[in-house]
């Protein structure tokens, strides 16, 4: 123990210690790690979230993640609110794992979006029980936005519709890339 911490080996290098603070925050923003889920069941609802500055899209998977459906967007006033949601959504469908969009520039980039997102999903890390992992979500909320006009929804009905449309593409994405792994 040094001071009040604990002290955790690195998994990757021995030679210094690492708090733990700082072994979420190394888990929280290596994106390699982050959408490798060990130990993942191969079935269980997944929820993903399209982090928006207003508001959060919402959309769960199926049990045997074949279909994925968005749900109602949630608001965004403030963090406890956001957490007590999301955490009442994940009891209701008995999620096994959270998925939060990563707006990452379309070079790849990092924008400050990029950072609030990950900032999200590491207080999403800490606060519930279980794996939280982030997800490329660059150009969903443009096919989000197509796929509600292909339907027929009026501009009106899309603005209500494309942050949960946008989280139920981000989720599909989610899906595709552990079917591939």
Do not use: N
């Amino acid at each position: 123990m040094l001071g009040r911490h604990k002290v955790y080996a690195s998994p990757t290098a021995t030679d210094y210690p690492l708090y733990k603070y700082r072994v979420q925050r190394i888990e929280t923003t290596k994106s390699d790690e982050l959408t490798d889920v060990p130990g993942l069941a191969a079935h269980g609802r997944i929820v993903a979230l399209d982090p928006g500055t207003k508001r959060c899209g919402v959309a769960v998977c199926d049990e045997l993640r074949i279909t994925t459906r968005p749900l109602q967007y949630l608001e965004r006033r403030s963090w406890k609110k956001l957490l007590s949601d999301v955490k009442q959504i994940v009891s209701d469908f008995d999620a096994v794992v959270l998925v939060v969009g990563l707006p990452l520039e379309s070079d790849g980039g990092e924008s400050p979006m990029s950072q609030e997102a990950r900032e999200m999903a590491r207080k999403f890390k800490l606060s519930l029980d279980i794996p939280v992992v982030l997800q490329d979500e660059r150009v969903t909320s443009y096919e989000a936005k197509g796929r509600l006009w292909r339907s027929g929804k009026t501009v009106g009905e899309s603005r209500q519709l494309v942050d949960s449309e946008a989280a139920a593409i981000i989720l599909a994405d989610f899906l595709d890339r552990l079917k591939s792994k």
